[in-house]
Each structure stands twice: as structure tokens, then as C-alpha cells.
């Protein structure tokens, strides 16, 4: 029996041992700043952000320096007639340079104008989906540390079941020893005390299992001890929920919200592809050198001279096979799809937040139900083993009555367990799982 008791209790003892308590709040604090999941994604913001100086750099003149070397290797022929006789000479120099600077800046360019707004476009829907990486995360890890806390309660008890019985065995021991009770009642007590030491094990089992998820989750070294604090009993206040459906709204989903920053990046597509119709004007100027020369005359200061100019170019696009309208018609086909696809995931987010509507009224109602019994079950507990002592029950009443108070206070826990989880699902849905401001995000990332 002690070493039944030590292996009971070697969980617990491992969470003591220089464990780390973590709330709820610490959790989530540690889960969005150290998982790998969150810093890839508000890394992606700054790659969007970087993309839109590129294309905004686009607006500025563009000076690059040139340099060109050639040296003839056989000079270029000529062949003329001069009064019927025809005389061939041949042309060029040895060694020709061309260098300088030119530059260039658009003055008109309508596509360009409008890709400035899909730049724009593209952080805001890295900034969306950071947020969505947050919220999937606050979901996630609520979820594990429920899960930990679930598992904690029915090794509460499942232990309590096994003490019940041991306690049980003990005074049945005595009585069988004096003679006042049957071999039989000794015999099922010790199955008794057997058949609740796997149900603890196993509890045992799941807490290590979920705290090993939320560590995962937290990116903490797996090897560390850690502890949640608190209890499922706490959060009963929240069971208390309200709203109903004409009440909640899906302006805040995420989901929604890229796909309505996607349909105006499409539109934006639409327009560039009208757009490209449209005449282009642009600036350029250049001021360069040349030089040429035989060799020995080549680096000789008279050969190099200097010319410049500055100009403009006009471009009018009149016919380029049909691939224009054929980007028109894509841009618009893409546009109708995604505008598709919104409408049938609102519906579908719809579904979802009925189900944990009545998921959450379901879980309140057997929690009501469960929590009236657990006291009712406790105190049948009691009766039973006091009729079995004063010889008027039976080791069956006692064992259906533990019964009884397990399933009342394992359906207790599992029903505020579920409601959590359910009401989590919805607050994702609905967007509410907020940390870190959008505003600072738009702030931070978009005016840089």
C-alpha cells in the first residue's frame, strides 16, 4: 500500500518541486511573446512594410551611373566610289568609352498610383493576420490551461474516490478481524480499492499530458515544472452569459476582415488592369562623356567630350494582342470569387456561432443540474456508509452512491470545462480576443 500511495502521489510532488504557477493572464502574456507562431507573423508585417517603401520608392527619380568599354577588334569597312573608282577605307577608333549619369522620374503613371493603395493594402492584411495569429493563440492556449485544470479536478476525484475506498477497506479490515462482517464485504472492499487505483493513474496521466501541451504552446522548455493556478469553480461566474444572437455581430472577425482587405486589393487589381489603357509620361536626362581613340591617343584629354540631354516620353499603349482584356476580364473573375467565398464563410461563421450559443445555454443547464446533485450525492454518500456501519446497507449502496457523487462532480467540472471551451470558440469568432492594440499596429507599421 505505500508504494500504491507514493506512485498517487508523484505528480503532485514533481509540480512542487520548483514548479513555476502560471494565471491565465500570465499564460497568454508568455504564449504571445515567446511563440515562434506570433514572431513569424509580426515579422511578416515588417517584409509587407518593406515592400511598400519599394513600390512607394517608385514615385522618386531614379540616377544610376553607366560605364561602357569596347575595344574594336576589326574595324568596321567601308566601301565608296569616288568619280568610277571605288576606294574602301576603314572606320572607327581602336578604344571607345560612353559614361556618365542618367536619371529618370514618372510624372504620369496612373497604374503606379494605384499599386501605392494595394502596397498599403498588403501591410494592413499582415497586420490582420497577425491579429489572427494572436487570437488563434489566445484560443489555444485558454483552451490547454482549461484542459489542465479539468484534468487536476478529476484527479480530485478519482483520488478522493480511492481514499473513500481505502478508508472504507480499513474499517472493514477491523470488523473482518473481530468477526462482524462477511469474507465477502472484505473481499469487494479490496476490489473496491483496487478498481479506483487505474482511474487515478490515468488522471494522473492527462494532467501531465496537458501540461506538457500548454508548455508546448508557451514554447517553455519541456523539461521545466510548471503549475496553473486556480480552479474550474472560478470561472462559474461566467456561466452567467447573456447575449443572445440578435446581439453579437461578425464586424470583428478576422477572417471577414482579411477577406474584405483581399476584395479591396482585387479592386485596386481591377483598376491597375483598366489603368494600363491609360498613356504613361515620364522625365529622363543624362549627362555622359565618350571617348575615342587609337592606342597612345585614347587617354589624351582632347578625346573626351562631354554631351547631355533631358527629355520627355510619352507612351500610348494602342494594341498589345488582347492581353489587356484578357487581364480585365481574370481581375473581375477574381474579384466575383472572393466576393463568393465572403458570403459563404459569413454563413458558415453564422453556423458557428449558433452552435456555441447552444453549446453554451447546454453546458449551463447541466451545470445547474450537476451542482444540485453534487451536494444531494455527497450526503447519500455519507448515509450509505453509515447504514453499512450500523448494519443496515450494503457495500453495494455505498459503491453506487460513490457512483453517484463521481458522475455529479466529473459532469460539474465537464460542464464548466465545456462551456469555457465554448464560449472561447465564440469570443474567437466574433473577434473579441484582444492583447496587443490594432492602432498601434496601423501606427507603428503603416506611417514608417
Given at each position: 500500500?505505500?508504494?500504491?500511495?507514493?506512485?498517487?502521489?508523484?505528480?503532485?510532488?514533481?509540480?512542487?518541486?520548483?514548479?513555476?504557477?502560471?494565471?491565465?493572464?500570465?499564460?497568454?502574456?508568455?504564449?504571445?511573446?515567446?511563440?515562434?507562431?506570433?514572431?513569424?507573423?509580426?515579422?511578416?508585417?515588417?517584409?509587407?512594410?518593406?515592400?511598400?517603401?519599394?513600390?512607394?520608392?517608385?514615385?522618386?527619380?531614379?540616377?544610376?551611373?553607366?560605364?561602357?568599354?569596347?575595344?574594336?577588334?576589326?574595324?568596321?569597312?567601308?566601301?565608296?566610289?569616288?568619280?568610277g573608282q571605288t576606294q574602301t577605307i576603314k572606320v572607327g577608333s581602336d578604344n571607345s568609352f560612353n559614361g556618365g549619369i542618367s536619371a529618370s522620374m514618372p510624372v504620369v503613371n496612373a497604374q503606379l498610383w494605384e499599386s501605392l493603395k494595394v502596397s498599403v493594402a498588403d501591410v494592413m492584411l499582415a497586420?490582420?493576420?497577425?491579429?489572427?495569429?494572436?487570437?488563434?493563440?489566445?484560443?489555444?492556449?485558454?483552451?490547454?490551461?482549461?484542459?489542465?485544470?479539468?484534468?487536476?479536478?478529476?484527479?480530485?476525484?478519482?483520488?478522493?474516490?480511492?481514499?473513500?475506498?481505502?478508508?472504507?477497506?480499513?474499517?472493514?479490515?477491523?470488523?473482518?478481524?473481530?468477526?462482524?462482517?462477511?469474507?465477502?464485504?472484505?473481499?469487494?472492499?479490496?476490489?473496491?480499492?483496487?478498481?479506483?487505483?487505474?482511474?487515478?493513474?490515468?488522471?494522473?496521466?492527462?494532467?501531465?499530458?496537458?501540461?506538457?501541451?500548454?508548455?508546448?504552446?508557451?514554447?517553455?522548455?519541456?523539461?521545466?515544472?510548471?503549475?496553473?493556478?486556480?480552479?474550474?469553480?472560478?470561472?462559474?461566474?461566467?456561466?452567467?452569459?447573456?447575449?443572445?444572437?440578435?446581439?453579437?455581430?461578425?464586424?470583428?472577425?478576422?477572417?471577414?476582415?482579411?477577406?474584405?482587405?483581399?476584395?479591396?486589393?482585387?479592386?485596386?487589381?481591377?483598376k491597375i488592369s483598366k489603368l494600363a489603357n491609360v498613356p504613361t509620361l515620364s522625365v529622363n536626362a543624362a549627362y555622359l562623356y565618350t571617348a575615342l581613340g587609337n592606342d597612345g591617343k585614347f587617354f589624351q584629354a582632347k578625346a573626351w567630350n562631354p554631351y547631355s540631354y533631358a527629355g520627355v516620353q510619352?507612351?500610348?499603349?494602342?494594341?498589345?494582342?488582347?492581353?489587356?482584356?484578357?487581364?480585365?476580364?481574370?481581375?473581375?473573375?477574381?474579384?466575383?470569387?472572393?466576393?463568393?467565398?465572403?458570403?459563404?464563410?459569413?454563413?458558415?461563421?453564422?453556423?458557428?456561432?449558433?452552435?456555441?450559443?447552444?453549446?453554451?445555454?447546454?453546458?449551463?443547464?447541466?451545470?445547474?443540474?450537476?451542482?444540485?446533485?453534487?451536494?444531494?450525492?455527497?450526503?447519500?454518500y455519507e448515509i450509505a456508509v453509515k447504514r453499512y456501519e450500523v448494519g443496515r446497507g450494503t457495500l453495494v449502496d455505498i459503491d453506487n452512491s460513490q457512483l453517484q457523487l463521481t458522475q455529479a462532480e466529473l459532469g460539474r467540472n465537464s460542464a464548466i470545462y465545456n462551456f469555457l471551451v465554448s464560449k472561447?470558440?465564440?469570443?474567437?469568432?466574433?473577434?473579441?480576443?484582444?492583447?496587443?492594440?490594432?492602432?498601434?499596429?496601423?501606427?507603428?507599421?503603416?506611417?514608417?
Open positions: 500500500m505505500g508504494f500504491i500511495t507514493l506512485a498517487l502521489t508523484s505528480v503532485a510532488q514533481n509540480t512542487e518541486q520548483s514548479a513555476l504557477t502560471l494565471t491565465l493572464e500570465q499564460a497568454l502574456e508568455i504564449a504571445l511573446s515567446e511563440n515562434p507562431t506570433i514572431k513569424v507573423a509580426e515579422q511578416e508585417i515588417e517584409i509587407k512594410r518593406f515592400a511598400k517603401q519599394e513600390t512607394y520608392a517608385s514615385l522618386y527619380p531614379r540616377f544610376d551611373a553607366t560605364a561602357q568599354y569596347q575595344r574594336v577588334l576589326a574595324k568596321q569597312t567601308m566601301s565608296m566610289d569616288f568619280g497586420i490582420e493576420k497577425s491579429r489572427s495569429s494572436q487570437i488563434d493563440m489566445i484560443e489555444q492556449v485558454s483552451k490547454a490551461y482549461f484542459s489542465v485544470l479539468l484534468a487536476k479536478e478529476s484527479l480530485v476525484v478519482y483520488q478522493r474516490v480511492y481514499d473513500n475506498a481505502v478508508e472504507n477497506n480499513k474499517n472493514i479490515k477491523k470488523r473482518y478481524d473481530v468477526g462482524s462482517v462477511s469474507e465477502f464485504d472484505y473481499i469487494s472492499s479490496n476490489v473496491s480499492v483496487q478498481n479506483a487505483i487505474p482511474n487515478v493513474i490515468e488522471a494522473q496521466n492527462s494532467v501531465v499530458l496537458a501540461l506538457w501541451q500548454l508548455k508546448a504552446l508557451l514554447g517553455i522548455d519541456l523539461n521545466k515544472n510548471i503549475d496553473v493556478a486556480g480552479s474550474l469553480s472560478d470561472y462559474e461566474a461566467q456561466m452567467n452569459y447573456a447575449k443572445t444572437l440578435a446581439e453579437l455581430d461578425l464586424s470583428n472577425n478576422s477572417t471577414l476582415k482579411q477577406l474584405d482587405i483581399q476584395e479591396g486589393m482585387l479592386a485596386s487589381a481591377l510619352l507612351n500610348i499603349p494602342i494594341f498589345a494582342g488582347g492581353q489587356r482584356r484578357a487581364a480585365i476580364k481574370q481581375a473581375n473573375l477574381n474579384l466575383s470569387n472572393l466576393q463568393l467565398q465572403r458570403e459563404n464563410a459569413e454563413r458558415q461563421l453564422q453556423v458557428a456561432v449558433v452552435q456555441s450559443l447552444n453549446n453554451m445555454q447546454t453546458n449551463v443547464k447541466k451545470f445547474s443540474a450537476a451542482a444540485a446533485t453534487v451536494g444531494q450525492a455527497k450526503r447519500g472561447i470558440s465564440l469570443d474567437k469568432i466574433l473577434g473579441n480576443h484582444e492583447v496587443r492594440s490594432q492602432h498601434d499596429y496601423i501606427e507603428k507599421y503603416t506611417n514608417k
